[in-house]
């Protein structure tokens, strides 16, 4: 039999998330802070609960899928919370991307309860949500990882199992690393290239064409020419993750000569009052530090 | 009628390129410093040239693809050179990667002859090479530029026009920018990571099927997996054009917060005798500096 | 009346203060955790508590120079601590070299009990301890800090106002910043011109006798000349520092290039093992960086 | 009998150094290129050169303090120069400030003439030149610098042999990135205790009368208060300086991470257009990244 899955967090990931395990025929009920988001779901025959507390009787295994530490707090253990309904049997699982150190705290306030704690952040946006092509980063006991696989196959195209729970998260943060090195990479080049004379369309033409080009940067590729930078993940976000990779590898003595250098980039960005931009706004920094033309 | 091609510098990049031009119908003569080079071109039909002089006599396309500097020096200026055979009318067309300044400094010299200058580097390795694919970074007279599709489409998929003689080579130098940033920082991630408890067969698998994945990771993964780097790009050229990025930017105002942490790492490299290793040795500095585990 | 005095922490640093408390003529008890440090104390009329309790008790200003938070929280809240002692009427002054974050918690913990409480690390090691002139940089209710002039001035040659509690701390890490990149320059300074052919005993010539000399540099430039670092200020308590620094300036905007450059240069000294060497040791690390010569 | 001296470059410094020279009883012939420097120097019964070869002519050693290798060249091969009267038997010293690099061509191109070639730039600015105290950093053949010892003391407070010819200015480079990686680190513990609520006067007087304290920043206090750099060393030399050791590191092997962030920070003032002030200003460029308060 199917086990029954609640999903909390109707965000643009989290929608996208849930109808795919709707689709996928599994029983399913959610719950969103601000209501009216589960409207699009209907059709899909979803449950909606009035509460977290009342989503987790209800279910098996319990998704969050929300916007960080606060807002699992809120829903864990807020009035009507989740945490009460969850116990020995049941299935936990943070989709929600939050610090490693975070998650391991989460695990052992949990623990207590019995409940199966698994992290999963996931690797992806907007559009792989949508097509269910997401890469999911699980951390936690391998084996009910394992039998949870045709809800995870659901969202996503792989579960990448990462080790014990908080390595999900700490996969998701060395991957941001090289996102963030990467991304001011190439602000950082085609800045370069411009005060040299090159053209931003033959700078983008040559990376996108050639053994450099990937899907972020062609994400990214318009925001760069237009010096616009509508937030997908915003710098202060990215500027936050850099900070655990600065503190983390303080810790374990992993030189990270990168990651400083863009903790002061990004950095800087903030205190510009650029952190709702997208992270791609680094290349404003990048402006700023110039010399003027 | 067809123009007359003649080809200098028959190595890895230089013999597939040259097979190409062959194939496209182009009548070519070629030569190469050390002899038998050409051995594997005979059944396309080309011609070999004595010395660089006699290949410039019976081309009216001169291209030369050579290891750097000192190389083309010698085939341009050196004993029975091809210099004095380059005179209006011809075209000399430099696809070794040089410094935009020694690319400058090449077409002053070469312009009371007459000859026409174009500089064009390449995007891309071996395999497009073999296959015709790669990206040619061009500089100089837009019109002659255009007149050569057809030679250079027999080379690559594209023409990117780069402005005057030199901006080849500044985007060249804009693209190993960002090929440094992006490799350094995949070697710092996976270390951060290695150090935070995860697997490298679990970070590649996450970094090679999502947004950041790219052709020159997927060709760099087994390196740093095995910790063996046989080089495709060393290491010790790869800093070079770091230097050159350093100095340029401080000449001309770009801050390259990315490059000066660079150079400080892949400098150590080749202070610690890595150099003629592959770029991706950037991850053995990277554990050179990590605390004992 | 004379106010009297209690000093727990009877350290290098520790027994120097103290003897120049009774020696400006304080009715003085003192505790150390470890027995015997307190024999040389007995020529001033010293008298021994037998716990941090008893010293409380006996005491109307009571002092702390110990090695750190743990030590602090061991003398105040452990068995026998003085925290009970401390009543309203009563002074505690921590002089240990604590991050202001843990000197405001201090002072919050001790807010209820109603005693008066003032930060105040000193500027200078053993031998203006012994002399009596350290610099005070004192945190806390500006009158009640004017008002225990005489015995401040009794250990020291100047108390510098600093603001509320927890900015002494503050003062010191602004001082440890500077001092951190004073010392690492020397280094990187010293060891650049031996690359460059010049010789240690002439350069440290040229430093001691020019506008750059100062009491620092005379003190350690006899660890750069053997290379031999037997610890005053450990490179480790450096590092944590240069942490601290780089940890508030992320929270308040404030740009630290040159404490990221240390972090990175001390940190790894502190993973080659040589955190509990004197901070010049980051000659060392400077030499490890280095090229084979 | 004494040696007939020559000096060219009536600048601030070398007014104060000639007057030292003609007070010590050598008889002097000085030459400016823009006249009328030499009137406060009639007193001392000094004669004045029509030209620089004149003043070559009337002199066995020949000493110039000029502003860098434009007026050196000019003063040397220009019309009218020097260098035709520079013959074996003479001795040229330039104690201007110059690369090392410039020192050794200027040293080959003077080798034919037979004459004696010494580098010997200075520590030490306007008041130590006035009082005979700056430090001479001589380079070149160490007999004949032994042999000039009471010409140099007349100048200076001490002799410091640094090696052969360059080796002087090799010596001067080590000394200032050294004073830049302090006049930063200055600026960079103020700017960063000021935004942890510190005030600049109760920081400076801790600086100033701690271990840290030193002539130089003594000397720039003022300016870091009033926020005001009238130039007295500017930012563009320094800036070039430290270009200077980050270029002769990356050919040597020398690790220099604080000059690698100077090389940021500097150069970011320049771009700023800060360059003609003091090099303190680069507390100006610290408060451009910081936050707003």
Not at 4 to 13: N, P
Request: negative net charge.
């Amino acid at each position: 039999m199917k086990q029954r899955i609640g999903f909390m967090g109707l965000g643009i990931m989290g929608v996208a998330m849930a109808a795919n395990i709707a689709r996928a025929g599994f029983p399913l009920t959610v719950y969103n802070r601000t209501p009216g988001r589960d409207l699009e779901l209907k059709k899909f025959g979803v449950t909606s609960a009035a509460s977290p507390r009342a989503l987790g009787e209800a279910s098996d295994v319990i998704i969050a899928m929300v916007t960080g530490p606060e807002a699992l707090e809120h829903l864990l253990w807020g009035p009507d919370g989740a945490a009460e309904s969850l116990k020995a049997g049941k299935t936990f699982i943070n989709m929600s991307s939050v610090s490693p150190m975070f998650t391991r705290e989460l695990g052992e306030r949990l623990a207590a309860s019995g409940v199966v704690f698994i992290d999963a952040p996931v690797s992806g946006s907007k559009k792989p949500a949508e097509d269910g092509t997401l890469l999911i980063l699980a951390g936690g006991p391998e084996a009910e990882i394992a039998a949870l696989s045709p809800l995870f196959e659901a969202m996503g195209k792989s579960v990448i199992y990462c080790g014990e729970a908080g390595q999900g998260s700490m996969m998701k943060m060395m991957n941001n690393l090289l996102l963030g090195a990467m991304l001011e990479g190439l602000a950082e080049a085609l800045n370069f290239g411009k005060h040299g004379g090159l053209s931003m369309d033959a700078m983008l033409e040559v990376v996108l064409n050639g053994p450099l080009s990937c899907p972020i940067f062609k994400m990214k590729a318009d925001m760069l020419k237009t010096n616009e930078f509508p937030a997908n993940f915003p710098l202060k976000h990215m500027t936050k993750d850099i900070k655990f990779v600065v503190d983390t590898a303080y810790a374990n003595g992993a030189p990270v000569p990168a990651a400083l250098a863009l903790l002061q980039v990004f950095r800087l960005g903030v205190g510009q009052q650029w952190g709702d931009l997208d992270v791609a706004a680094v290349s404003r920094v990048l402006q700023f530090l110039s010399d003027a033309e």
